[in-house]
């Protein structure tokens, strides 16, 4: 069992960046897959970026390649999302997900967090 808490969200303009978190519970944290996700209103939530159990390899949604860079610090059982240039289509609840084992781009990780908002103005 995990227990995942996102932080860093908040409203910037169009280019700006920021860094979400995502703390995690449990002694076996480097056990874990970690992804985020994002969920826009009146859309379906979407993969963003994905990590593996000690950081060695990620991947990305096309649309954010190149400008959010997924990383994480097993010491502190953390995982960050930086989230540069940021575009208006960004704005969405962005969600934290841990999946024991192998990365995945399927929102089939079985652990969540509460999410936090991130909003992008032109």
């Known amino acids: 069992q995990v227990q995942l808490v996102e932080s860093g969200g908040g409203l910037v303009q169009a280019g700006d960046s920021l860094r979400l978190s995502c703390a995690a519970s449990g002694r076996t944290f480097g056990g874990y897959a970690m992804g985020w996700f994002r969920q826009a209103p009146g859309k379906e939530r979407e993969f963003v970026a994905a990590?593996?159990?000690?950081?060695?390899?990620?991947a990305y949604a096309d649309s954010v390649k190149g400008r959010f860079t997924i990383s994480r610090d097993n010491a502190k059982n953390t995982v960050y999302l930086q989230m540069n240039s940021l575009k208006p289509e960004d704005t969405a609840v962005y969600y934290c997900?841990?999946?024991?084992?192998?990365?995945?781009?399927?929102?089939?990780?079985?652990?969540w967090g509460q999410g936090t908002q991130v909003t992008v103005s032109a």
């Open positions: 990590v593996t159990r000690v950081g060695g390899n990620t």
């Open positions: 997900a841990a999946r024991y084992g192998l990365l995945t781009k399927t929102d089939t990780y079985p652990y």
